[in-house]
């Protein structure tokens, strides 16, 4: 089962504690309708591809960190 947090991290948004914080801010999102995720514990849902994530680059990476720490 992959996490949000793993997934985060495997993309290179930080630090595992970094990932758990910016999810818990709220600052990640779900499908099209934007839902907000806040448990960096919560499993993925199975129809969410690896094709369907938006990539970030460093400095979108770098303001969300930021506005986790906030």
Do not use: H, I, K, N
């Not at 793993?6 to 990932?19: E, I, P, T």
């Not at 448990?39 to 591809?49: G, I």
């Amino acid at each position: 089962m992959m996490r949000w947090e793993d997934v985060l991290y495997s993309q290179g948004f930080g630090a595992r504690r970094a990932c758990r914080a910016l999810v818990r801010a709220g600052l990640v999102e779900v499908d099209d309708e934007r839902r907000p995720v806040t448990d960096p514990d919560a499993p993925l849902p199975p129809d969410l591809a690896p094709g369907q994530w938006r990539w970030l680059g460093a400095d979108e990476v770098a303001a969300l960190q930021g506005a986790a720490r906030s």
